[in-house]
């Protein structure tokens, strides 16, 4: 058995396991991206309800001379994005269990899905902005607002994602593992809050 008993002395994947079998609470770290969710979610549940609010009150939606949003494509890009969840959830597994290697795969096969994503959804705002501003009609305010600031997360997962695979090409800790833990709650909820948006941005098309 490891003489290693505190994630402070973890520095090995032999010691994080060990460490991680014997962990009967949550770290502080994931605590904390809850405390962050918590608060995000706050924030997008009023930009929804303000998309909402607005759309029960126009006659119009969208307003006369803005097409209908696109449905096909932003419906397969979410489908794809909720699927790295599967790979996030294996990598931290594969992390906790002292396999450094494994979790990177699978960590760069997530990314590389949700940098596909990020690109496609980017691809779709700026037609949109090329077909009508945000600063015309309620429509495009809110139209915009809502995708502007979901992409930045999406950003902001990308790069801790990238932070943590730099931190995990140095070897396996347990900070390290507690640090991927944390970034796959983060995705987890911004996977389930994209299935929000884009239901929300494609319903004046359903």
């Known amino acids: 058995m490891s003489p290693v008993t505190r994630s402070l002395q973890a520095t090995t994947p032999a010691e994080v396991r060990a460490v991680e079998r014997r962990r009967e609470s949550l770290p502080n770290g994931v605590w904390g991206v809850a405390l962050l969710i918590a608060t995000?979610?706050?924030?997008?549940?009023?930009?929804l309800g303000s998309y909402w609010y607005l759309r029960f009150r126009a006659r119009g939606w969208p307003p006369a001379g803005i097409e209908h949003?696109?449905?096909?494509?932003?419906l397969v890009l979410v489908a794809a994005l909720v699927a790295t969840s599967v790979p996030l959830l294996f990598a931290v597994r594969a992390a906790r269990d002292g396999r450094p290697g494994a979790a990177r795969a699978l960590l760069v096969l997530a990314l590389l899905v949700q940098a596909g994503y990020l690109a496609g959804q980017m691809l779709l705002f700026f037609d949109d902005l090329d077909s009508f501003s945000p600063r015309a009609?309620?429509?495009?305010?809110?139209?915009?607002g809502m995708l502007g600031l979901h992409h930045a997360h999406v950003a902001v997962g990308i790069l801790l994602e990238v932070g943590i695979l730099a931190r995990l090409a140095r070897g396996l800790t347990a900070y390290r593992v507690t640090g991927l833990r944390?970034?796959?709650w983060y995705w987890y909820f911004v996977n389930a809050l994209a299935v929000l948006i884009v239901l929300t941005q494609v319903s004046p098309s359903l």
């Open 182 to 184: 944390a970034i796959a």
């Open 69 to 74: 949003p696109k449905v096909l494509l932003p």
């Open 40 to 47: 995000e979610a706050t924030l997008f549940g009023l930009v």
């Open 137 to 144: 009609s309620a429509y495009g305010s809110v139209y915009f």
